[in-house]
């Protein structure tokens, strides 16, 4: 249920449209948006820009939209998502890059459904493009479809049986190193942002920073504090290590309309509230905070 705001000005910068993983189009994002009364959003899907593109093309008044993006890159263990924001949407080497991505997560897909299909469940690759529509396919589209014909009764319990980090259907999948993730962002002009950093999986607050620390050498700028899933002790741990780091705070809710009920755009599981002043801290970052080492050539 939309629930209006009483107090204007407030941002949500971690939203997923039908582009990605979302229920969502950009334009109803859009409306949403403004039916809360928020003052800023960034569409950040799953590797891919379409769904940001889509919305900054609307021509909008009271609602800022910025640029955004978010990378799922490559770590042993754990899971490892770069946010870009603020990025230009025409750079021609990210828009290569993501297309190599794109390509690999496609390939991907189709190695799932086989796996499936061997273990047993009826499932087609037009049952999944039934549910993902026209955006890039994950593999939260292949556990709705699961979870329509039975194979399992929850979400959840399609990742623990078949879609988990080496569960029996799943297939690794090309990303791009944390590195690669961040100087993609940064020659498109962007801002890089840790996601959700919980999900690193670090053991402790020392291994964490230290990650961190890795992150920042490699052009880092910012961490994502305040979300959804992160309970009180935790953003206090995540604004610590922002400040000891010198990386910039941002925060989201990571929307994904009716594909994640329980967290509402703006507000998260119902208390988050996001000044603007996180967007004006990313726009001081974008203008001046440059890393100023050259960033390395790849072909
Ligand atoms: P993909 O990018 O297609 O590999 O799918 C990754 C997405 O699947 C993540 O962003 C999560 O939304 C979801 N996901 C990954 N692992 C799990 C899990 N164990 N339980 C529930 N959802 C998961
Ligand atoms: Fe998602
Ligand atoms: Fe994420
Ligand atoms: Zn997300």
Redesign the pocket.
Known sequence: MAMAFPDPGFVDLHIHSTAS?GSLSPLEIIHLAKELGLRAIAITD?DTIEGSAEALSQSLSSLEVLSGIEI?ADVPSG?M?ILGYLIELDDPSLTQTLKKVQEA?AHRNVGIIKKLQDLGVDITHEDVLGVSGRGQV???HI?QVLVQKGVVRS??EA??KY???WGPAYVP?YRLQPAEAIQMILRAGGVPVLAHPYTLAAKDEAELESSLRELKQAGLMGMEVYYSEHRPERTALFERLARRQNLLMTGGTDFHGAAKPEVQMGIGRGDLRLSYRLVEKLKEAKGRDRPKKPLVDRD
């Open positions: 993983d799953h799922s899971t998502h997560r994950g593999r939260p556990a979400f959840g990742f623990l879609l988990k980090k999948r």
